[in-house]
């Protein structure tokens, strides 16, 4: 079993910056790719930002140039640095992680339980 923690959430003011962080824990081979989503208020949960295990990034049209996803493999950790944050920014931002737990098994998704994003005045 996996474990996903995040944090750094919190209330920013529009043009401001957050770092959110989400640490995987458990029986963990590898991690192929951790990524980022949100979930607006009565809104679908949509992505945001993933990084794979070799390095490589993909972004929602809304998050490039103002985030920057990367990740410490050593600590099983990723991170999501959100700059120019706006209003719209505004949601409830989940991490994702695709572990492999131990060679031959198969790649399970896992979830964190989210950290509120607050973008206001």
């Known amino acids: 079993q996996v474990q996903l923690v995040e944090s750094g959430g919190g209330l920013v003011q529009p043009g401001g910056s957050l770092r959110l962080s989400c640490a995987a824990s458990g029986t963990i081979f590898s991690i192929n790719a951790m990524g980022w989503y949100r979930q607006a208020p009565g809104k679908q949960r949509e992505f945001v930002a993933t990084i794979t295990n070799d390095g490589s990034t993909y972004y929602a049209d809304s998050a490039k140039g103002r985030f920057t996803i990367s990740r410490d493999n050593a600590k099983n950790t990723g991170y999501l640095q959100m700059n120019s944050l706006q209003p719209e920014d505004t949601a409830v931002y989940y991490c994702?992680?695709?572990?492999?737990?131990?060679?031959?098994?198969?790649?399970?998704?896992?979830w964190g339980q989210g950290t509120q994003v607050t973008v206001s005045s």
């Open positions: 994702n992680a695709r572990v492999l737990g131990r060679p031959g098994l198969r790649i399970v998704d896992y």
